[in-house]
């Protein structure tokens, strides 16, 4: 089992950041990367971000690219998303979730299958 515990999250106004922090324990070992996704009022769940353990390779959803950073400490315990130039349709719920995607796969939940409780993410006008 791997047990996933999001913080960071909170108010913010448009314009500013926020850095969220994904605490990692149990059988980290058996998942090949981490991710974060989020998940709007009335909408479906989506990709935000994900890092291959091996390699340190990043992947990022088209609407993040440039403003979110996805890191890890070096001892695989902790996942960080930055977000700089936050919008008002950034505000969700943010989750962390860790699996074994693959590459072609990395942006799909499905292939994840540990997840956190999530952080509200505000983003005000």
């Known amino acids: 089992q791997v047990q996933l515990v999001e913080s960071g999250g909170g108010l913010v106004q448009a314009g500013g950041s926020l850095r969220l922090s994904c605490a990692a324990s149990g059988r980290t070992f058996a998942s090949t990367a981490m991710g974060w996704f989020r998940q709007a009022p009335g909408k479906e769940r989506e990709f935000v971000a994900a890092i291959f353990w091996s390699g340190g390779r990043t992947y990022y959803a088209d609407s993040n690219k440039g403003r979110f950073t996805i890191s890890s400490d070096n001892a695989g315990n902790t996942l960080y998303l930055q977000m700089n130039a936050l919008k008002p349709e950034d505000t969700a719920v943010y989750y962390c979730?860790?699996?074994?995607?693959?590459?072609?796969?990395?942006?799909?939940?499905?292939?994840?299958?540990?997840w956190g409780r999530g952080t509200q993410v505000t983003v005000s006008s």
């Open positions: 979730a860790a699996g074994t995607p693959v590459i072609a796969t990395i942006q799909y939940d499905k292939d994840y299958n540990y």
